[in-house]
Structures are given as structure tokens and as C-alpha cells.
């Protein structure tokens, strides 16, 4: 039993560190739980839009994981669908995450003890929720604090956004003129108009609308985008 006490208490040190960056980071992933639904929800509707602009549900996921920006997806969903050059969308994009550059300054004292190669990991999933939860609870925040929260605003968005290009495929009925779409009519002018139809049509209906409000491409033919 003596000569295992030296090797217990080498391993001592290293457990309760373990243990202590496991507390943190669950106490941060349940300091984010009341945002869960919400960000959920955030998910499922950009998911629901971008298969509705044309987006395959693959890609609509693969950009939710790759890019991670919910603002700048929101932004770039409308351009795609209206043909906007790469460089364009890629500088919009840009400067709407410009502010990522002050969160990731504010967080880079609390990382400074990361190893290089995890820093651009951790980088790719900052995000507003967790910035704000972590800086409010100390300043510089608890890194695993912060990570645990990351996880749980990350999660949820993911997971939402499947959901979303499961409701947004649902198809007008032409027949019926009533759209299944779980989302309102009024939303989806693109169902009873014909400013283009299909998926691109309401993005296109918006750009119009954006550049002349009086011109409704519902009025040329007669019918109303209001719900029946």
C-alpha cells in the first residue's frame, strides 16, 4: 500500500484539474439552457428558409456547421438565391462578423493556456449567446465555462436546423391554392404569385419589394399573397 501513495498522489493533480474543468463547462452548458428553445427555433426557421431558397438540406447543414453565423447565414441564404457573386457575399458576410474580432480579443486571455492548433477550433464556435453568458458570470471568462456554453447554443442550433429543411420542404398545393407550408401564407408570397415561383420566388419578390414597395408581383395577375 505505501509504494502505490506516491502514484496516487501523482495522479491527484491531474484529476482534480480534470474535475474542475468538467464543473465549469457543465455549469456552463446549464447557465445556456434557457436559450436552448430559442436558438432551436433559429435553427429550424433558417433551415425552413434556405431550402425554401433553393438549398439542398445537406448544404443548408453543411453551412450551419462550417460557417456557424447565424446572421451572416441569414444574409447569405437571399443573396445565393439571387445569384450574387461569391466576392460579394463573402464581404457582406465579413463585415456582419466583424464583431467576432472583439469577442475573440476579449476571450483570448482565458485561452492564452490553450495549445495553438485548438485555438482556431474554439474560434469557429463564438458565438453572441455564450460571449455574453460567459463575460457576465467573470471577466475574463472560465474557458471550459465558456466551451460548455458553446455546446449548448452550438447544439441546438444544429439541431434545428435539420428540423427546418424538413418543414420548409413541405410544397404549396397548386390545386387547392393552400400551402402546407408550416409556416404562414403571408410568408411565402412566392406560393400564389408568379414573381418566379418555386423555392427562388420569394427571395426574388423580396428584392423587388426592397427596391420598389408599391410593386407586388401579386398585383400583375390578379391574385393576393394574403392567406385565404
Do not use: K
Not at 500500500?1 to 452548458?29: K, N, S
Not at 435553427?43 to 443548408?60: C, K, M, S
Not at 466576392?87 to 480579443?105: D, E, G, P, Q, S
Amino acid at each position: 500500500m505505501d509504494r502505490a501513495q506516491p502514484f496516487d498522489r501523482g495522479l491527484e493533480g491531474p484529476v482534480i484539474v480534470a474535475g474542475a474543468r468538467l464543473a465549469a463547462a457543465r455549469a456552463g452548458f446549464v447557465a445556456s439552457l434557457a436559450l436552448v428553445p430559442s436558438v432551436f427555433v433559429y435553427g429550424t426557421v433558417f433551415g425552413g428558409l434556405a431550402v425554401q431558397a433553393g438549398l439542398r438540406p445537406l448544404e443548408v447543414w453543411g453551412m450551419s456547421l462550417l460557417v456557424f453565423a447565424g446572421a451572416s447565414q441569414f444574409v447569405a441564404v437571399p443573396m445565393l438565391a439571387a445569384g450574387a457573386s461569391p466576392l460579394a457575399i463573402v464581404l457582406t458576410t465579413y463585415v456582419i462578423n466583424m464583431r467576432h474580432y472583439l469577442m475573440a480579443a476579449t476571450l483570448a486571455p482565458a485561452f492564452c493556456g490553450f495549445p495553438r492548433r485548438w485555438l482556431a477550433l474554439v474560434a469557429h464556435w463564438i458565438n453572441d449567446e455564450s460571449f455574453a453568458i460567459a463575460v457576465a458570470r467573470r471577466n475574463p471568462p472560465d474557458p471550459w465555462f465558456y466551451l460548455g456554453s458553446a455546446a449548448a447554443v452550438g447544439g441546438s442550433f444544429l439541431g434545428g436546423v435539420p428540423v427546418g429543411t424538413q418543414l420548409g420542404d413541405w410544397s404549396p398545393s397548386p390545386r387547392a391554392g393552400a400551402s402546407t407550408s408550416p409556416f404562414p401564407p403571408s410568408s411565402w408570397p412566392s406560393s400564389r404569385c408568379s414573381s418566379g415561383g418555386g423555392r427562388t420566388g420569394w427571395w426574388r419578390w423580396r428584392a423587388g419589394r426592397s427596391r420598389s414597395p408599391s410593386r407586388s408581383p401579386c398585383r400583375a395577375t390578379g391574385t393576393s399573397s394574403s392567406p385565404a
